[in-house]
């Protein structure tokens, strides 16, 4: 019966990847912030003044055009699911015992495994709905676009030339969500060593709109002028000042493959269970269609957990993440937290997860969130489980209010 | 004219040699097993294992009982009312214990069992298997080894659950040169006096595999006695060599005791009637030895121990 079940499972693993991997049609949601105007940037209308054709570049563009990486950093992949909801067996008296520590992590990693020859396949649907970037609101971003010879210099002495560090801002309004549909599938090979995969599937809705107006250097509306009339400004043959682009997209995500290696519990009273797991994610999603990094990453991670009491888990994991398209997004990756049985089917768990780029690109480098979550189990191998993960430092990177995630977790 | 006559005879011995040549699977026929399991744990993943290893010729069907005797009860509900299986394998306690309640006329081999006979009635006479208790001449030659001078051994027991093992000791006993001095005890805080009484009068403790004994405040009293009055206290497990005692002694592994139970199984498929078969112990075992401990009591362990040893805590 179990191996029937065991068997199911995987078929539906294969259709539930198969049926996401298919080709998509190429969508460049990536750029669409830095298209937004146009890949040639804003062009002013022709002025009598200055008959040569003018164009303005951003001039930054406030790591909007890192959203890859800024999306990857800000959503936690779920832990290796290693839930105790079974037996572990009692040597001295002969019988096996109920285990009722714990429900395990959600979101952060504890060094026991799941068991010899268990599977675990969970499913988990997670919102994210981007409210900030490095602090500022999403729905009032400005960019700066400055002309292309603005380097050149401002000479005072002619408006034609000043004119030359007029700047055009537009207010930038952003509706970024996500939603990740992952399949997660945890195997212990042995009592000791478990294998598994995630594999998301992610809905992306981007939508930019953006109001943009010409000022001096000095921040004056309508630019430098030649008496009243103004050198640079909107017309027929311009750029248009209200533009707006972005779509949704929806496809496989970046896979996500692990293994945890237990390598010793129960040692003695004082040192914790340890274990080393290590995360390869693969550029499976589109990087272009903002459903992937386009790159692979490498992750050692270190875990520690003690149980106490039968009830209360702590836990710590420290490890390195590797990003080998792009070392600026190399990470030290670190959680502090807990679980804790507060009744014999309801656990607790919270946490504290963090991720520093040491050589980091100035947008996100250190962000930190505080994790929260229950983990139900109303049937002998069915867990349901809900968290929030909640951003404590929104000022760093691409950040949402929080972020919900629900799931329910069966273990064959 | 009577009414057995030859003929008859012949005709009614044929029939039932050929009811009970059917009733066995033939040669090049697999024999229908189904293996019952009281719970989802390594250990009895393991026996399985272990018996498939050495029943591959039979087809085993499993059943997980998820620790649920009433599902286990279910399950055989099911079992009784079509094809019945060639054998049952009962790995664990408790679905040994529905196994008992509900089948008498299929072969049943235990596996991962402690302490089988307090299960089993004596009107079972269709099971048989491989306990995990550790031979009680082994438990006492190893103290014996370790403490030659140790001439009284003290045990503490539940009679109602290991009065049969208590028997047996005092029958092996006498023949490793040591007396036993066993006291009786109907609950856990009664151990503490019996341990008390023994104060002076043994020079090795033995904890037994007993439910009343093993509550864990009797279990740190043992390990404390064992520290005051300087002699060596036996325990079951690496487990309780870990908290003190000198020697944990268990059986080897889950996979060892199910090849035990496969070889019973085969035996009976080839013919023989589970009764005429005893129980085993655990052929295989795991000793621990705890040598900080050994340092505190002031005993000097033997490298034959040492060597046999599968962990030494140092």
Not at chain 1, 175 to 197: H, K, N, P, Q, S
Request: charged share 20%; aromatic share 8%.
């Amino acid at each position: 019966m179990n191996s029937r079940l065991r068997a199911a499972a995987g078929l539906l693993l294969i259709l539930w990847v198969g049926w996401f991997a298919g080709p998509a049609d190429a969508g460049d949601l990536k750029d669409t912030i830095k298209n937004l105007y146009g890949s040639q940037g804003i062009r002013v209308e022709p002025s009598p003044f200055f008959p040569v054709e003018t164009r303005f570049q951003a001039s930054s563009l406030q790591g909007l055009d890192q959203l890859n990486s800024q999306l990857t950093s800000a959503i936690v992949v779920p832990s290796f699911n290693s839930s105790v909801t079974g037996f572990t067996f009692d040597i001295e008296r002969g019988v096996p015992v109920r285990t009722t520590e714990s429900l395990g992590t959600l979101l952060t990693e504890r060094a026991t495994t799941l068991g010899a020859r268990k599977l675990d396949v969970t499913f988990t649907y997670t919102r994210v709905k981007f409210t900030k970037l490095q602090g500022k609101d999403l729905d009032d971003l400005e960019l700066v676009f400055r002309r292309n010879d603005a380097n050149e210099g401002c000479d005072p002495s002619s408006p034609l030339l000043l004119a030359r560090c007029d700047i055009i801002k537009a207010n930038l309004k952003v509706d970024l969500t996500e939603d990740i549909f992952a399949l997660i599938a945890t195997y212990g090979l042995t009592a000791e060593w478990d294998v598994g995969f995630v594999v998301p599937v992610t809905h992306i809705r981007l939508i930019a709109k953006a109001h943009a107006a010409i000022f001096d250097q000095f921040g004056n509306p309508g630019g430098t002028k030649l008496g009243d009339i103004p050198i640079h400004r909107f017309g027929p043959n311009s750029t248009q000042p209200d533009a707006s682009g972005g779509g949704d997209e929806t496809g496989l995500g970046d896979i996500v493959l692990r293994t945890k290696y237990n390598f010793l519990r129960h040692y003695d009273d004082l040192i914790p269970d340890m274990a080393f797991l290590v995360e390869l994610k693969l550029p499976t999603g589109d990087e272009e269609r903002l459903l992937g990094t386009g790159g692979t990453n490498l992750t050692g991670l270190l875990v520690a957990s003690r149980t106490y009491a039968r009830w209360f888990t702590p836990h710590v994991n420290l490890g390195y993440e590797i990003d080998t398209k792009d070392t600026r997004q190399n990470a030290i990756r670190y959680a502090l937290g807990f679980d804790a049985r507060l009744l014999p089917e309801l656990t607790l768990a919270a946490g504290i997860i963090g991720r520093a780029k040491p050589d980091g690109s100035g947008t996100g480098d250190h962000i930190v969130d505080l994790s929260l979550g229950v983990k139900w189990n109303p049937i002998k191998s069915l867990i349901l489980r809900t968290n929030v993960q909640i951003p404590l430092d929104k000022n760093s990177g691409l950040r949402a209010d929080f972020i919900p995630t629900v799931g329910i977790e069966y273990i064959f | 004219m009577p009414i057995l006559t030859p003929r008859i005879v012949r005709l009614l011995s044929t029939v039932w040699l050929l009811g009970a040549v059917a009733s066995f699977p033939l040669p090049g026929e697999a024999a229908n097993i189904v293996a019952l399991k009281g719970a989802d744990v390594d250990v009895y993943d393991e026996a399985l294992d272990g018996f498939k290893s050495v029943t591959s010729r039979a087809q085993v069907s499993e059943y997980d009982m998820e620790g649920d005797l009433q599902r286990g009860k279910r399950f055989l509900a099911r079992l009784k009312s079509g094809p019945k299986p060639d054998l049952i394998l009962a790995i664990g306690i408790w679905a040994l214990q529905v196994v008992v309640e509900e089948i008498r006329d299929i072969p049943v081999v235990f596996a991962m069992v402690l302490n089988p006979s307090t299960v089993i009635g004596q009107e079972a006479r269709n099971i048989t298997g491989a306990s995990m208790n550790v031979p009680i001449e082994q438990q006492i030659a190893l103290l014996k080894k370790a403490s030659p001078q140790a001439r009284r051994i003290g045990v503490i027991y539940d009679p109602s659950k290991t009065g049969f093992l208590i028997k047996q000791a005092e029958r092996i006993a006498p023949d490793q040169g040591v007396r036993l001095l066993p006291k009786a005890i109907a609950s856990p805080k009664d151990s503490f006096a019996a341990l008390d009484a023994m104060q002076g009068e043994i020079d090795a403790l033995w904890i037994l595999p007993d439910v009343t004994v093993l509550a864990p405040e009797s279990v740190q009293y043992m390990l404390l006695f064992s520290f005051r009055n300087r002699i060596p206290l036996l325990g079951l497990s690496e487990n309780q060599a870990r908290m003190g005692a000198l020697f944990g002694l268990s059986f080897g592994s889950g996979r060892d005791i199910g090849i035990q139970a496969g070889e019973i199984a085969n035996e009976i498929l080839s013919g023989r009637h589970a009764e005429e078969i005893p129980f085993t112990t655990a052929r295989r075992l795991k000793l621990t030895v705890n040598l900080k401990t050994a340092g505190k009591l002031g005993l000097q362990i033997p490298k034959e121990i040492l060597d046999r040893a599968d962990v030494v805590i140092r």
